[in-house]
């Protein structure tokens, strides 16, 4: 049984940092591209960020330089570092993992099997 849990969401200034985790559980992790992704009231779901096999990060525009994906394999843990976070970053985000190959490549929502059940980031 594949488990994905999120944590580490709240609300923050604009300015403000958070850092989010994905604990994962139920396959081998390890082996899969883990994707953070984050949706807003009354938009689309939209990838923000992934990591590759092999630690390979890759990001949307918007967040380049202020977001830091990473992993840690032996916790079965990925992380979403924010920094300088703006109110337009307001959104529930979502953790996913998938055996599509992703490295330098931000993959879409089609391609993630597996999802966690989101952490609501707010920035005022």
């Known amino acids: 049984h594949v488990q994905l849990v999120e944590s580490g969401g709240g609300s923050v200034q604009a300015g403000g940092s958070l850092r989010l985790s994905c604990a994962a559980s139920?396959?081998?992790?390890?082996?899969?591209?883990m994707g953070w992704f984050r949706q807003a009231p009354g938009k689309e779901r939209e990838a923000v960020a992934s990591?590759?096999?092999?630690?390979?990060?890759t990001y949307v525009d918007s967040v380049k330089g202020r977001f830091t994906i990473s992993k840690d394999n032996a916790k079965n843990t990925a992380y979403l570092a924010m920094n300088s976070l703006k109110p337009e970053d307001s959104a529930k985000y979502y953790c996913?993992?998938?055996?599509?190959?992703?490295?330098?490549?931000?993959?879409?929502?089609?391609?993630?099997?597996?999802w966690g059940q989101g952490t609501q980031v707010t920035v005022s």
């Open positions: 990591i590759s096999t092999d630690g390979v990060p």
């Open positions: 139920g396959y081998r992790y390890a082996s899969y591209c």
């Open positions: 996913a993992a998938t055996q599509t190959y992703c490295r330098a490549a931000l993959r879409g929502v089609a391609d993630f099997e597996y």
